[in-house]
């Protein structure tokens, strides 16, 4: 029985929570902020646990997140209004709208692909480039993909995109389920359990080892060059997923919301969690983005606000909530309890 | 067409001066301390808004001739400047680095600082933009069709005597000589009775400094300020300081004027929404093909 239990102790903790957000939000007992306070944070872990695999597990500096975001979000939701809803740029939806809850998965991990072709734009100048150069990279990347996506006049430009609601609407109509939070709450799960078992493969091994270093990872036959292929494109096509979503709750996307200020938001995230932690950057998504919300009645001395207690963390506890460890290694005792593979 | 080239050389040296003085202060801080110091573009814009200050004081307030605000001005806004940069350096990065804290966490806490900077400015001053005030009269001139002011002179002039001045303190001087120890080697580097703490501190006034002045250039130049006028100008700084090969004088100076010179002729041969695209992909070739940047030397690493 205890047996059973250790085995299948997460499964049942994520089931019975998921199901009781749903649950709730089908019976409306949780208000529309809260639930999308709720499906921001299921975005921020997407986002968190995907820049530590380069940051934190790597070892690399990327400081780009958002614009492999931005592609996610803008393939997901552009193939979504074409394909399923009428709207002003693509006309009358070319398939019936009553598909679009079963097309819809595969919608943003088509987006999540698109992300990931993204993250070649990275990926293959770090097979020579190193260190701070690369961060420049990133950096760059974000830009390119921002003003390419804002010279594009027929998808808005810089005015943004939007009709994802129809969509969401549609999905409502056929299934009378509240489907985002679902969906969010499926692509969460999903996307930390394949990072986790991404690290602790193979692959996993040789991304701590040019973590380590580099030269010595090459000399001991590690092919560096596929494994930050892998990697990279790996993180860029997760954290597209989480823009896909992140479209799809909002209803709208812009270029403007995946600036450098996003970016800079996730990597807040990853190193307030502790590098090389998944559990730390899942924590630390859910108190950032509940920080946030509680000092949203502040405005604009918020930013003030979170940076200098970030300032203070980074001074007293600097390798974050969590160090590289997880929360096992915290507590030992919890081991007995689950097993998560 | 000559004209118009002419023209457009000259802006770009303009445009191109602004982000080598910036890009300076990102590479001789990286180069004694590799620390990336993201908030040196909000340095820029505090040096900006303190310009601002200093010369609507004395201007309107004591009513002094605008030559003469400006030379006090100078002085004054590299000094305060300065001040802010050394002040950010003792309270959030020397702590940390007398931890021995990872290098990325430095990083972090100079972003952080960047957007306290921002958003303290923000909240302080509120979102309406300041009209800097009129120092010196601008005069245009046009030599053969190609016209240009005084203050574009002076900008370009300023950025070059600058360089110089870097160049001789870094190659030339006892302090410079020191900078360049620490960056070779920052363990060895205080046991030969360097003082590690003042040269980070000689080598964040000038670094902050001029960044100041290019502030008040700046907002002599494009009279408007708005607390995000550092952020964008300072991404784009570092990463020009990044191509010219980052903790080299003579590559920052290069890269700025090679990252002004891309987004003056992409505006000028194509429609302005294409600057930052074409700009950043022209540096992103560079890097691809030059993963060190023009004048970085790639070091070789010891296992």
Known sequence: MVFMLRRYSIHLILALAGGAIVYSADQEYLGLYTLSVLMFMGVNVILSTSLNLVNGYMGEFSCGHAGFMAVGAYVSSLLGVWLFAKDRVFGVPLLDPGYALYAFPVLILIGGVAAALAGLLVAVPSYKTRGDYLAIITIAANYIIISAIENIGAIGGSRGFMGMKRLVNSMEDVVDLPWMPIWVIIFTILSVWVIRRYVSSTFGKGVSAICQDEVAAEIMSVNTNKIKTVTFMLSSGIAGIAGGLFAYILGYVNPGSFNILKSTEVLVMVYLGGMGSLSGSILSAILFTILLELLRPLQIIKWIVIPLLLIILMQFRPEGIMGNRELGDLFPRLKKLYRFK | ?303
Request: net charge positive.
């Open chain 2, 1 to 303: 067409m000559l004209e118009s080239f002419l023209q457009n050389v000259i802006n770009a040296l303009q445009w191109g001066s602004f982000y080598a003085l910036i890009a300076l202060g990102y590479t001789l801080v990286y180069g004694v301390l590799t620390l990336i110091n993201f908030a040196h573009g909000d340095v820029f814009m505090v040096g900006a808004y303190i310009a601002f200050f200093i010369s609507t004081f004395f201007l309107t307030t004591l009513g002094l001739p605008g030559w003469v605000a400006l030379a006090l001005c100078i002085p004054l806004t590299m000094i305060l400047t300065s001040l802010v940069g050394v002040t950010l350096e003792r309270i959030a990065y020397r702590p940390l680095r007398k931890k021995g804290a990872h290098r990325l966490y430095v990083v972090i806490t100079a972003l952080m600082c960047g957007l306290i900077l921002e958003h303290a400015n923000l909240a302080i001053l509120g979102a309406s933009r300041k009209a800097f005030p009129p120092l010196i009269e601008v005069q245009v001139y046009n030599i053969g069709g190609v016209t240009f002011t005084n203050l574009k002179i002076a900008v370009i002039v300023t950025a070059f005597l600058v360089f110089l001045f870097l160049q001789w303190v870094v190659t030339r001087t006892r302090v410079g000589m020191a900078m360049r120890a620490i960056s070779y080697d920052n363990f060895a580097v205080p046991l030969m009775g360097i003082p590690l703490d003042q040269i980070i501190v000689v080598t964040f006034i000038l670094g902050s400094g001029f960044a100041g002045l290019a502030g008040l250039l700046f907002a002599m130049s494009y009279p408007v300020l708005e607390p995000y006028m550092g952020a964008l100008i300072g991404w784009k700084a570092f990463i020009a300081a990044v191509v010219g090969g980052i903790g080299d004088i003579r590559g920052a100076f290069l890269g700025g004027f090679l990252l002004g010179a891309v987004e003056i002729m992409v505006v000028a041969f194509f429609p302005s929404t294409f600057r930052d695209l074409i700009s950043f992909t022209v540096l992103l070739a560079i890097l691809t093909w030059k993963p060190t940047g023009l004048f970085g030397i790639a070091k070789t690493t010891k296992i």
